[in-house]
């Protein structure tokens, strides 16, 4: 992989320059970022770094990381439709030596009428050690995770969490401007019905970052500011003098005359492009989740702006930032 | 430099309180001077034109706030040319036109088109509101951001209420966000299906089917609930119950950001009228029974209605020309506006200042309009009238070419002599 790092980040770029100790978390499960301390969430982050490096450099990893999880079996269980987590959480688990095994629940048993507690019950007795879960309900994951043994990775639930997202993305900041604390955020477009959203909110407010969000009033979850977040359905004067622009997609049924009344609409008023951007920072950064809506919630130009887009690193550091989150639980008592 | 002086006139200006003789002063399209009793003689050889108001009141010119305009789509029963001379022979110096057209106005384009066509016509000012949802059917929200950059004055779903309270709810999000009002026709349609006239012993009697009056109060008290969850500014149109009345004043008091207006039928008229199936009196809201008139008098007066709007609506002959049930609603109210709320005034109901106040200070702030005061700076949109002008309503006779009303033979008193837009002379009567 091409090193897309700017100068001067926080990483030398000699591998392997940093070290730090596998991540500690006192829960069981990864289930979400809300509750988790900064010592867990710095634990994380750190120990990403240290495979960030090793990704960006050439993404060899050796004994004794690459035995880190040998004999332990990571399922993906999917039940709504990814590729970029799956793989990501797939190669982040073979990196690591464990054994993958992913289930396109989707396609599967649920069709057929089986209810998540019966196909849970099931796969707990094939006895995985992690499993990755994604469900389109908030607290779905949370409750497969009452019944199985395995420790359980959030991969997304609904509009509620999407932890290694939030997890990615403070790495990915962390890397190209050395720090969170102090620094203006703007999360920009759907909250309503964002999961990344929600966990970044706490993830980087936990850290001690400026959060601002940005969307239309209809998109706009009630008694957010709640989170101690600063509200705007400008995006113009929400951008204003901040350090990252975080965008986020916006589903397309959602841009019928529903929630927002026409794509072209959306873009006019809340898509970010050159002009819009330059309210922002002069360095400011841009951010987005995948999988972007090109002349939706952001022009071509500035999605693929070499200086200023970390999208594509986001995706290579996520990678990093789910090795740590599988290495933590794994040795936090995941494996029997 | 002075490009007009206005002197000799009785000035009525409800932003000042003022009810004095005096004269304005007009410089490019802007009221430059005011002041009360005769202008100094060099003022008068001095300015480039003399206008002497003998002694009628000049009052800031009305906004009226709720006119249907058949142009685009049925132009033969009015175009805009027709209806802006009308608007300005009435005295009225703006109009807001509703979404109800074909097509219907739910289309940044199609409000841009509209006011560069009435800019080259001149006359009255005109002004838009952008339909709420796609071609008016309530259920997907229309360009609502695009329509306000290209200068919708505020949002409407027409002669429709918006029945599905999730998007009503969507809607009034969006208009608190782009700071523009929404302009409600309050009417629970599953409650007046069918219904052919106000619901009560006159509707029983005719034998036609009655609108229940708590079909209006319904949709506000809904309204006013989705109101306070967006914080948007809303507007309840032509409201004709006592219902209705109570609720917004409720709402008043309790600091929402709520107003109303109503239209002269429903402070004239009652639903006797209907008595001999004249399609003339049937109007949507209907015509309802006295005691709501009666409320609706009280509102204006107590200020829980802020404005008065014509309800302007072009009605062919030929769809009047019908039993009542399956005539169209609607009448044309560009013509009796000004006469009708001075008739309050004359019965003691209303002070002339606060008449001015409903008809152009009151609808032009609840639509961030410029006009409804003779203040020095404030645009020259000026109407002359003499108050005590009697005359009788002739539909034959009136400037629109929309000659359905439910006043014809009324004899009032009130006319206009004279307006202006912007200091240049749109109607004169001769």
Redesign the interface.
């Known amino acids: 992989m091409t090193d897309t790092r700017a100068p001067g980040h926080a990483a030398s770029g000699a591998m392997p320059a940093t070290t730090a100790p596998p991540a500690q978390l006192s829960s069981r499960h990864f289930l979400g970022i809300e509750g988790l301390n900064p010592l867990e969430i710095n634990g994380l982050l750190d120990r990403g770094n240290v495979f960030a490096d090793i990704i960006q450099n050439n993404g060899l990893f050796e004994p004794p990381l690459s035995d880190m999880l040998r004999g332990l079996t990571v399922l993906n269980l999917f039940f709504e439709n990814s590729t970029r987590t799956r793989v990501s959480f797939e190669l982040a688990a073979k990196n690591l030596g464990a054994s993958v095994l992913n289930i396109n629940v989707a396609g599967s048993s649920v069709k057929k009428g089986e209810t998540l507690l019966d196909t849970a019950t099931t796969l707990n007795a094939m006895h995985p050690h992690i499993l990755v879960v994604r469900h389109n309900c908030s607290g779905a994951v949370q409750l497969l995770s009452q019944h199985v043994d395995a420790a359980v990775i959030n991969g997304g639930d609904g509009r509620h969490e999407h932890p290694t997202q939030a997890l990615l993305d403070a790495l990915t900041i962390k890397r190209r401007v050395g720090r969170i604390e102090g620094l203006k955020i703007a999360i920009c477009g759907d909250i309503a019905n964002s999961r990344v959203a929600r966990s970044n909110i706490h993830l980087l407010s936990t850290l001690g970052a400026e959060i601002r969000l940005v969307c ?3 998109l ?1 979850p009630v008694a957010v500011d709640s989170m101690g977040v600063e509200i705007f ?1 400008d995006l113009e004067e929400g951008i204003e003098g901040v350090d990252i622009v975080m965008m986020l997609r916006l589903q397309t049924e959602r841009m ?7 794509q ?2 959306y873009f ?2 809340f898509g970010l492009d050159r002009n819009k951007l330059m309210r922002a920072a002069p360095q400011a950064l841009i951010m987005h989740p995948g999988p972007m809506n090109r002349g939706v919630e952001i022009d071509s130009a500035t999605a693929d702006d070499v200086e200023k887009s970390l999208i594509r690193t986001q995706v290579e550091i996520g990678v990093a930032a789910r090795m740590a989150c599988l290495e933590a639980l794994a040795g936090g008592g995941g494996a029997p | 430099m002075t490009d007009l002086l206005l002197h000799n006139a009785r000035l009525l200006d409800p932003a000042q309180a003022r009810d004095e003789t005096g004269f304005v002063r007009i410089t490019d399209g802007t009221i430059t001077g005011v002041d009360a009793g005769a202008p100094p003689s060099e003022l008068l050889t001095a300015a480039a034109q003399t206008y002497d108001c003998g002694g009628a009141c000049l009052a800031p010119g009305l906004i009226d706030m709720r006119v249907q305009s058949a142009d685009p789509g049925a132009e033969h029963l009015e175009d805009l040319a027709t209806l802006l001379r009308a608007a300005a022979s009435g005295g009225i110096t703006s109009i807001v036109t509703l979404p109800d057209a074909n097509p219907v106005i739910d289309d940044a384009s199609m409000i841009d088109s509209l006011t560069l066509r009435a800019n080259r016509i001149g006359g009255a000012r005109l002004f838009l509101y952008g339909a709420a ?2 071609r008016l059917k309530g ?8 329509m306000a ?1 290209a200068g919708a004055v505020g949002f409407s779903n027409g002669t429709r209420t918006i029945m599905d309270s999730l998007v009503m709810r ?1 809607v009034l ?2 208009c ?2 782009l700071d523009r009002p929404f302009i409600q026709h309050c009417e629970d349609h599953h409650l007046t299906a069918g219904g052919e006239m106000n619901e009560g012993e006159t509707s029983t009697r005719l034998g036609l089917i009655g609108a229940p009056a708590e079909a209006e109060a319904i949709i506000i008290d809904r309204d006013l609930h989705l109101v306070r969850l ?1 914080g948007a500014r809303y507007h309840a149109a032509h409201i004709s119950t006592r219902a209705a009345a109570q609720s917004i004043r409720r709402a008043k008091d309790e600091g929402l950001p709520v107003t109303a207006d109503t239209a002269p039928p429903y402070f004239m008229l009652n639903e006797l009228s209907a008595s001999t199936y004249d399609t003339a009196f049937k109007l949507a809201p209907p015509l309802r029974s006295e005691d709501d008139r009666q409320a609706i008098i009280e509102a204006l007066a107590d200020g829980t209605i802020d404005a008065i709007a014509s309800d302007h609506i072009p009605v062919d002959g030929d769809a009047k020309a019908q039993p009542f049930g399956p005539a169209q609603p609607g009448a044309s109210g560009l013509d009796t506006l000004l006469a009708m709320t001075l008739s309050l005034v004359h019965r003691d109901h209303l002070s002339l200042l606060r008449a001015m106040e409903l008809l152009s200070l009151a609808p032009g702030s609840i639509l961030d309009l410029a006009g409804g005061t003779l203040g020095e700076g404030a645009v020259a949109d000026l109407v002359l009238f003499d108050p005590q002008a009697s005359w009788v309503v002739r539909a034959a006779d009136f400037a629109s070419s929309s000659r359905v009303t439910p006043f014809e033979g009324l004899p009032v008193q009130g006319r206009v002599t004279a307006s202006w837009v912007g200091g240049v002379p749109v109607f004169q009567r001769d």
């Open positions: 239309p009033a209809t706009l359905t019928e005359g529903t929630e927002t009344p026409s072209r609409e006019n008023l | 949802t796609r259920k997907a929200m229309a360009e609502l951001g695009l950059d969507r999000a969006y608190g966000m967006s």
